[in-house]
């Protein structure tokens, strides 16, 4: 089991920055990989940004060039640096770890954090 702990979300004008966390605990020892979603009112939930163990990325298009993703292997923590927000970042920011346990790859998921964009 993987226990993931979210901070860092809040109210933000546009063009602002905010920067989310999230602590994994447990079973870290089985996680391949970290990321965040959203999920605004009446949407799926979709992928913000990814990054693996070995340090590889992903980002949807419409936060590639504001958003930055990085991760301290020693903490267990990944965190999601958000620049130049805009309203339609406006959502609940859901914390990820994809873990490997018997030859299956298992989602974890933290409680999510608001985020609101507005002015």
């Known amino acids: 089991q993987v226990q993931l702990v979210e901070s860092g979300g809040g109210w933000v004008q546009p063009g602002g920055s905010l920067r989310l966390s999230c602590a994994a605990s447990?079973?870290?020892?089985?996680?391949?990989?970290m990321g965040w979603h959203r999920q605004a009112p009446g949407t799926p939930r979709e992928l913000v940004a990814s990054?693996?163990?070995?340090?590889?990325?992903n980002f949807a298009d419409s936060v590639k060039d504001r958003f930055t993703i990085s991760r301290d292997g020693a903490t267990n923590t990944v965190h999601l640096q958000m620049n130049l927000l805009e309203v339609e970042d406006t959502a609940i920011y859901y914390c990820n770890a994809v873990s490997w346990n018997r030859g299956d790859l298992i989602n974890y998921w933290g409680q999510g954090t608001q985020v609101t964009v507005s002015s």
């Open positions: 447990g079973s870290t020892d089985s996680i391949v990989g």
């Open positions: 990054i693996t163990t070995g340090d590889a990325t």
